[in-house]
């Protein structure tokens, strides 16, 4: 079956970075387009990054862009979210997931499969 399992998780202070990974099984990865989401305690979970195919389309929520940098490496069937200028507003559960579309997805509705998470904590 499908696995998403994303790593990274960290406590970080304001201005720091982090790296998240995601590794994909069960499934060919260079079909889906890849995404990172994020939810944080009491709010919806919301979109924060996506990448096509072979990641030459990117998109990044405007809280974001400029600070967080998303890739891929379909040898190793894996995506990363490169966070850097974290703030505590980056504080949330972070998911990767995948998405069987030539244009990535912004909604959370149009991905398929997901990890489990992983919690990044930014202090002030």
């Known amino acids: 079956q499908v696995q998403l399992v994303e790593s990274g998780r960290g406590l970080m202070q304001t201005g720091g970075s982090l790296r998240l990974s995601c590794v994909a099984s069960?499934?060919?990865?260079?079909?889906?387009?890849m995404g990172w989401f994020r939810q944080a305690p009491g709010k919806e979970r919301e979109f924060v990054a996506a990448?096509?195919?072979?990641?030459?389309?990117?998109y990044y929520a405007p809280s974001v862009k400029g600070r967080f940098t998303i890739s891929r490496d379909n040898a190793k069937n894996t995506v990363s979210l490169q966070m850097n200028s974290l703030i505590p507003a980056d504080t949330a559960v972070y998911y990767c997931?995948?998405?069987?579309?030539?244009?990535?997805?912004?909604?959370?509705?149009?991905?398929?499969?997901w990890g489990q998470g992983t919690q990044v904590t930014v202090s002030s």
């Open positions: 069960g499934l060919v990865f260079d079909d889906y387009s």
């Open positions: 997931a995948a998405d069987e579309a030539v244009v990535p997805g912004r909604s959370r509705m149009e991905y398929a499969y």
């Open positions: 990448i096509n195919w072979n990641g030459n389309v990117r």
